[in-house]
């Protein structure tokens, strides 16, 4: 059962922080989305790869924010420094861009609290 | 601009009874529709998704959603609904033709089904 998956799961940081939060798509998709869900904005996209190129990143604040991926197994967003409204979960997601009728499977999300 | 609209923050219903979950898009194009549920303290399930053909579309866990391109809507249904069910649900949709595009995400319906 081929799933998304993130690390880590939870993580509390202060203010000033570095923080990293990792993703490996499943296998053999060529699509990975950045997505960040909060209470009073709901769920926001932040960045998103095609074939490990950036094609949209116009949703991170791109002075703290920086997400790449080293390579097809894995995607990382960093945040740099940490800043308490940024609390929110991280969700990724990866999907295989045949056709635009591709579907994207979410990982389980990285819960982040910045004090 | 594209857009999705989830009218109800909140739907509730009793075991048993039918329910419905409101969603309405507005796109430039043809569009792609999606649904997904989220349970609590877990990552987006895909359910179902319009591409065309058939407006009645059925997906997993017996729901079904109904394109309707006169009212720009797709609404997700389910003739008998379980406590189970209760979660927040998320319309999105994407254009045609745009392959491995982001999904545009509704801010999400809650469904509370009671016992």
């Known amino acids: 059962d081929a799933r998304v998956t993130q690390t880590p799961r939870h993580k509390v940081t202060e203010m000033g922080q570095e923080v990293t939060m990792r993703c490996q798509p499943i296998?053999?998709?060529?699509?990975v989305f950045w997505y960040r869900q909060t209470m009073m904005q709901g769920l926001e996209l932040l960045a998103y790869?095609?074939?490990?190129?950036?094609?949209?990143d116009s949703g991170m604040p791109k002075d703290r924010f920086s997400a790449e991926m080293p390579d097809a197994t894995l995607a990382t967003l960093k945040i740099q420094p940490s800043e308490p409204r940024d609390s929110a979960v991280y969700f990724c997601?990866?999907?295989?861009?045949?056709?635009?009728?591709?579907?994207?499977?979410f990982g389980p999300g990285t819960r982040l609290t910045v004090l | 601009a594209q857009s999705v609209a989830q009218p109800e923050d909140q739907v509730n219903v009793a075991e048993g009874n039918p329910l419905t979950v409101k969603c309405t898009y507005s796109?430039?194009?043809?569009?792609?529709l999606f649904w997904y549920v989220q349970y609590p303290n877990r990552g987006l399930q895909f359910l179902l998704k319009?591409?065309?053909?058939?407006?009645l579309v059925k997906g997993s866990y017996g729901f079904e959603a109904e394109f309707n391109k006169s009212q720009t809507s797709f609404h997700l249904k389910k003739p008998s609904a379980l406590v189970s069910d209760s979660a927040l649900y998320f319309c999105?949709?994407?254009?045609?033709?745009?392959?491995?595009?982001?999904?545009?995400f509704g801010k999400g319906t809650t469904l509370s089904v009671s016992s």
């Open positions: 796109v430039s194009g043809n569009p792609y």
């Open positions: 790869f095609r074939n490990r190129a950036p094609l949209d």
């Open positions: 999105a949709v994407r254009v045609r033709d745009q392959a491995g595009t982001a999904l545009i």
């Open positions: 997601a990866s999907g295989f861009s045949q056709t635009s009728t591709d579907t994207q499977y």
């Open positions: 296998l053999g998709h060529n699509t």
């Open positions: 319009y591409i065309t053909g058939d407006n």
